[in-house]
């Protein structure tokens, strides 16, 4: 249960962290395990470029739409989640057991995004709950203009929601939790 209100109860979207540094060690850590989560065809299609130094993190503020830059400013790393659109490339690796080439090398562009979005994104929830584990704060980001993404980090494919900025959070900075739907609301049993 002390786990659980770990990684679920008491997981908050962090706005402000500590600018205590983090081990390269444990982004590698970070990798691995968030690697190991389930994706369609294990297509795995996450692709992640991390700033670790004062530079990056400094260059990925001026992307930051408004409050956003502020709290960028605070964290001591952060990760650029984004998608690679051509992930069936890695197939020959990932899934050896399917005929190539594969049959996704031909479907049309927004099929492919889609599966690429899709999946990333359930690696993205991954990576937030592995963080967590590894005991960082994570505080995802949509609010970051795409062109200084691409032009100071190079092509990282699609852009996923969010990003991740991540560090030792500030608990007194939160706002009180929101609500979420009630089981009524978002949830049938059938
Ligand atoms: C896809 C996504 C985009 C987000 N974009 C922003 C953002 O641009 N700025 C921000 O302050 N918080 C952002 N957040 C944080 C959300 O506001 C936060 O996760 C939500 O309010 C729940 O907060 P809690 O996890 O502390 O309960 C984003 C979260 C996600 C998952």
Known sequence: MTELN??????????????????????????????????????????????????????????????NADRVKTAPAAAILAYDLKFYDQFKVLAPHMSQPPAHASWPPERVERMALMNANIQAGFFILTARSLGLDCGPMGGLRRMPLHRIFGQTGGLTSPSCFWGAGQADALYPRAPRPSFDTACRIV
């Open 6 to 67: 770990h990684l679920i109860t008491d997981g908050r979207s962090h706005k402000e962290f500590s600018h205590t540094p983090i081990p390269e060690s444990l982004i590698h850590q970070l990798w691995e395990l968030t690697a190991l989560a389930p994706t369609a065809n294990n297509s795995c299609p996450l692709r992640v470029v991390f700033a670790h130094s004062a530079d990056a993190m400094e260059h990925l503020a001026k992307a930051a739409h408004g409050y």
